[in-house]
């Protein structure tokens, strides 16, 4: 595309060194390591970091043009605007030809739930005979059966995001479904992204380091939905805190669709049953009643069931050949995944108040009668930290036994981290502590019986952990199936 073109489609401020503007533009980049010749170079303006520092490094890389938001002391085309953060996803969209206006875009998100959701959405449209793409926390694919491929983050950055829309257009793929992350919409990176649905699943406390407020984290999911325009449909969950809030974020002129257990909605379920097989209930759907048995547990994998039907629903699929796929479901990695049995080992992604509740409450509902409920979890580092003692009350008041040890400290002391914790029990006299993950997981099996649930919290399908200075190498699932097989 040539440098010219892109100028004329963009909104800025003032144009500097423009001598030759009908140099071809090759790539989009914003990280000046990753810079390849001929690509132009946006200064992006975060938290920690400022791109307008690394331009140097850029333009030694091939960069030809920036786009800036105070002038460069580069003899190279700049483009300066207001706003580097918000411009990057008008110029992402524009360079690779708008993809999402050529797609079936639904966007799903909440604070928990949002990778269960997209995948059984893809499930459905794969059972009604169309393809569909996911894109999410464990890194996009393009059909059910496909590996994962890279993510940095559970929405990406705009071109990375707008770049895989195109390939997936190019794919003959029409359909697609993605997590949205409130530090995606509040960031800007799924601007001019054009979204047939959203999907909202829950909001509890999370990201308040980002976000600082439960009112701004509000806001900033809210986005997703007060974009939707005519034509397109939204699906909220009713027994949510936050519904109502949520449902007036919706045009009029868009189509509401709901979701429950307590309250009215358009779908909802009565009668939820769980066992070591799974969840049973009844779904109630326009009056008619409809007997569900699934092989995923907890009443959260009930509600992520209800807002993938009512995504069903909104898409006019058949709701009883929905219902019969969604049955065949085992799970998604990481999220309430069983890796060994007798004690009964479950890892799960778990990392926030109501997150870890969630996942409690579904442990107690297998655990036998002779059996005790053992949780072993941690707090991220550098992360809000006035969630780690309600973290802590949560486990003691839920499991019979707390193992309290490291998540990603990241630049934290894990023993801080720890001590936060602890801060939320009533006695830490029963309380296990070993900062060493590793070491916390073999403690949880030198104590497990037989008839006991153990219960993995925090990372779920992630094969990493963060330290100060470095990531190992660290995967909750692989160390369970080593130590307790």
């Given at each position: 595309?040539?440098?010219?073109?892109?100028?004329?489609?963009?909104?800025?401020?003032?144009?500097?060194?423009m001598d030759?503007?009908?140099?071809e533009?090759?790539?989009?980049s914003?990280?000046?390591?990753?810079?390849?010749?001929?690509?132009?170079?946006?200064?992006?303006?975060?938290?920690?970091?400022?791109?307008?520092?690394y331009?140097?490094?850029a333009?030694?890389?091939?960069?030809?043009?920036?786009v800036?938001?105070?002038?460069?002391n580069?003899?190279?085309?700049?483009?300066?605007?207001?706003?580097?953060?918000?411009?990057?996803?008008?110029?992402?969209?524009?360079?690779?030809?708008?993809?999402?206006?050529?797609?079936?875009?639904?966007?799903?998100t909440?604070?928990?739930?949002?990778t269960?959701?997209t995948?059984?959405?893809?499930k459905?449209?794969?059972?009604?005979?169309?393809?569909?793409?996911?894109i999410?926390?464990?890194?996009?694919?393009?059909?059910?059966?496909?590996?994962?491929?890279?993510?940095?983050?559970?929405?990406p950055?705009?071109?990375?995001?707008?770049?895989?829309?195109e390939?997936?257009?190019?794919?003959?793929?029409?359909?697609?479904?993605?997590?949205?992350s409130?530090?995606?919409?509040?960031?800007?990176?799924?601007?001019?992204?054009?979204?047939?649905?959203?999907?909202?699943?829950?909001?509890?406390?999370d990201?308040?380091?980002?976000?600082?407020?439960?009112?701004?984290?509000?806001?900033?999911?809210?986005?997703?939905?007060?974009?939707?325009?005519a034509?397109?449909?939204?699906?909220?969950?009713?027994?949510?805190?936050?519904?109502?809030?949520?449902?007036?974020?919706?045009?009029?002129t868009?189509?509401?669709?709901?979701?429950?257990?307590?309250?009215?909605?358009?779908?909802?379920?009565?009668?939820?049953?769980?066992?070591?097989?799974?969840?049973?209930?009844?779904?109630?759907?326009?009056?008619?009643?409809?007997k569900?048995?699934?092989?995923?547990?907890?009443m959260?994998?009930?509600?992520?069931?209800?807002?993938?039907?009512?995504?069903?629903?909104?898409?006019?699929?058949?709701?009883?050949?929905?219902?019969?796929?969604?049955?065949?479901?085992?799970?998604?990695?990481?999220?309430?995944e069983?890796?060994?049995?007798?004690?009964?080992?479950?890892?799960?992604?778990?990392?926030?108040?109501?997150?870890?509740?969630?996942?409690?409450?579904?442990?107690?509902?297998?655990?036998?009668?002779?059996?005790?409920?053992?949780?072993?979890?941690g707090?991220?580092?550098?992360?809000?930290?006035?969630?780690r003692?309600k973290?802590?009350?949560?486990?003691?008041?839920?499991?019979?036994?707390?193992?309290?040890?490291?998540?990603?400290?990241?630049?934290?002391?894990?023993?801080?981290?720890?001590?936060?914790?602890?801060?939320?029990?009533?006695?830490?006299?029963?309380?296990?502590?070993?900062?060493?993950?590793?070491?916390?997981?073999?403690?949880?099996?030198?104590?497990a019986?037989?008839?006991?649930?153990?219960?993995?919290?925090?990372?779920?399908?992630?094969?990493?952990?963060?330290?100060?200075?470095?990531?190992?190498?660290?995967?909750?699932?692989?160390?369970?199936?080593?130590?307790?097989?």
């Amino acid at each position: 595309m040539r440098l010219r073109t892109l100028i004329d489609n963009i909104n800025y401020v003032e144009l500097v060194n423009m001598d030759n503007m009908s140099d071809e533009i090759m790539g989009i980049s914003y990280n000046s390591k990753k810079t390849a010749p001929n690509d132009l170079f946006i200064c992006l303006t975060g938290e920690h970091v400022d791109g307008h520092e690394y331009a140097e490094e850029a333009f030694d890389n091939g960069a030809i043009a920036f786009v800036v938001e105070r002038r460069l002391n580069l003899d190279a085309p700049q483009i300066v605007v207001e706003n580097t953060s918000e411009i990057i996803a008008q110029i992402s969209d524009f360079f690779f030809g708008s993809p999402s206006q050529k797609l079936n875009v639904i966007g799903v998100t909440g604070t928990n739930g949002k990778t269960t959701v997209t995948h059984l959405i893809q499930k459905l449209y794969e059972a009604n005979g169309q393809q569909c793409a996911l894109i999410g926390t464990l890194g996009h694919k393009f059909f059910s059966g496909d590996t994962y491929h890279d993510a940095k983050h559970t929405t990406p950055q705009a071109p990375e995001l707008q770049r895989l829309l195109e390939d997936i257009n190019e794919k003959c793929i029409k359909n697609v479904v993605m997590e949205v992350s409130s530090h995606a919409l509040a960031q800007h990176r799924v601007d001019f992204c054009d979204f047939n649905g959203a999907v909202f699943t829950n909001l509890t406390q999370d990201h308040l380091d980002f976000h600082i407020t439960m009112n701004n984290y509000f806001k900033a999911k809210a986005i997703l939905f007060e974009n939707l325009v005519a034509g397109d449909f939204a699906v909220i969950n009713k027994d949510d805190e936050y519904s109502e809030r949520f449902i007036n974020a919706v045009s009029p002129t868009v189509s509401l669709y709901t979701y429950g257990i307590k309250n009215d909605a358009d779908i909802k379920a009565k009668d939820v049953v769980f066992n070591h097989s799974g969840a049973s209930f009844t779904c109630i759907v326009k009056d008619r009643e409809y007997k569900v048995n699934l092989k995923m547990n907890g009443m959260f994998s009930v509600y992520n069931v209800l807002a993938a039907l009512t995504t069903a629903l909104a898409l006019g699929m058949d709701i009883e050949k929905s219902i019969k796929t969604l049955e065949e479901i085992g799970g998604v990695a990481g999220r309430f995944e069983v890796i060994v049995n007798k004690p009964t080992v479950i890892v799960d992604y778990a990392h926030t108040p109501d997150g870890l509740e969630n996942v409690l409450k579904a442990a107690r509902d297998i655990t036998p009668s002779d059996g005790r409920l053992i949780c072993l979890f941690g707090c991220g580092g550098d992360r809000d930290a006035t969630k780690r003692p309600k973290m802590g009350a949560i486990a003691e008041e839920l499991a019979d036994v707390v193992i309290v040890t490291s998540d990603n400290p990241r630049s934290e002391e894990p023993q801080q981290i720890i001590t936060d914790i602890l801060a939320g029990l009533k006695s830490v006299n029963e309380v296990i502590v070993e900062p060493d993950r590793e070491l916390a997981i073999k403690e949880a099996h030198k104590i497990a019986r037989e008839n006991d649930v153990v219960l993995i919290a925090g990372k779920g399908h992630e094969d990493y952990q963060i330290l100060a200075n470095e990531t190992i190498h660290f995967d909750d699932r692989e160390k369970a199936r080593e130590i307790f097989i």
